[in-house]
Structure formats: C-alpha cells, structure tokens
C-alpha cells in the first residue's frame, strides 16, 4: 500500500496511484481518472459543477420569469374583468335611469286623463244649466205673453235640441282629447324605448 496516498480534499476519502491515477474508492472497487491523473478528475469535478450551478441559476430565472409573466396575465385579467363589471353596472344603471323616465313621462300624461274627463264632465254639466236656465226663462216670456200650446212647446224642444247639440260637441271634443292622449303617451314610450335600446346597444359593445 506504500504506493497509495491520501487523495484528501481533492476527489474525497480515497487512494490514489500517483503513476496511473488509479483511485481505490471508499467502497472498495479500483477506479481509475481518465488520463492526467487527479488532477484532472479534480478538475472535471470542479467543472461539473461549475456547470450544474449556472444551469440551476438559469433554471431560477426562466421559472422567476415564467411567474413574473403568469402574474402579469393575472393582474391585466383581473383588470379586464373589474372594467366589464364597471360597464354591467353603469349599463343597469342607466337603464333603470331611463325607464324611470319613461314611466314617470307616462304617469304624468296619464293623469292628464282624469283632468280631460273632469273638465269635459264640467262642460256638461254648465251645458245643462244653460238648458234648463233657457226652457224656465223661455217658459215664463211665453206665459207673459200669453204663448202656449203648440208654440211653446216647439220653442222649449228648440233649447233641448240645442241643448244635445252642445252635449254631443262636449262630448266628442273630450273623446278626441283623449285620443289625442293616448297618441302622445305611445309616441313617448315608443321614443323612450327607441333610446333605451340604443343605449343598452352601446353598452353592449364595449363590454
């Protein structure tokens, strides 16, 4: 064993032929350094591992670059999702705004309804006054001037015809009012919801 020595720190626990680089591992099988000696396996080693630190050190920076591109897809992502529930929202709320809007047109014009009926009611009612004012009046000149029989009574049915004359006017001019009415409330709901289906169009294509 006089020609083995202690290879030490450089190739680990072991003995080395100095002549041939032959290695008696700590397991106990021969093993020999490709030519050159120990030095050259020292070398090798060295190397090796050399390599094995800046492959690990490229391995880190490819996976901290594969992160760093998986968190930027993640933040736009979120991004993009926050801007399209900002859109849903302002697109319900500008909906629920015109529909109010629409309705409340509605509702006012609608209560127009009973303002034409009352007032046309109030047309007829002055109209029958005016009826009975004229046939009592009428009734008493003819009295005085002592007029009866058949002349009175065609003077009195001449004020009642007058009378259902007026009456049917009344009535007729409070029908096309509220014809009219009907007309204007269509159109609002009709413009109202042309609006509304152009702004929920636009909404759309932003989202």
């Known amino acids: 064993m006089d020609k083995w020595f202690d290879a ?18 700590t397991g106990g099988g021969l093993q020999y350094a490709a030519d050159g000696g120990y030095d050259k396996l020292y070398n090798d080693l060295i190397s090796g591992n050399v390599m094995n630190n800046e492959q690990y050190a490229a391995q880190q920076a490819a996976a901290a670059q594969q992160a760093a ?15 399209q529930q900002a859109i849903i929202e302002a697109k319900r709320q500008a ?4 529909k109010a809007q629409i309705n409340s047109s509605v509702a006012g014009m609608q209560a127009n ?11 007829a009612r002055q109209a029958f006054v005016q009826a009975k004012v004229g046939q009592n009046g009428l009734t008493e000149n003819l009295a005085i001037n002592g007029i009866n029989g058949g002349a009175s009574e065609t003077a009195v049915l001449g004020i009642e015809n007058q009378y ?14 509220l014809n009219q009415l009907q007309t204007d409330i269509a159109q609002v ?12 169009s636009d909404y759309y294509m932003k989202l």
């Open 113 to 123: 309804e009973g303002k034409i009926n009352q007032g046309y009611e109030d047309l």
């Open 69 to 83: 591109i998986l968190e930027s897809q993640a933040q736009a992502a979120a991004a993009a999702e926050a801007q």
């Open 8 to 25: 030490g720190s450089k190739i680990g626990n072991g003995l080395v032929d100095p002549t041939t680089g032959a290695t008696l591992g």
């Open 95 to 98: 909906e629920a705004a015109l």
């Open 189 to 200: 709901k009709a413009s109202g919801n042309a609006q509304l289906a152009q702004t929920m």
């Open 164 to 177: 259902q004359q007026s009456l049917s006017g009344i009535g007729q001019d409070k029908q096309n009012a």
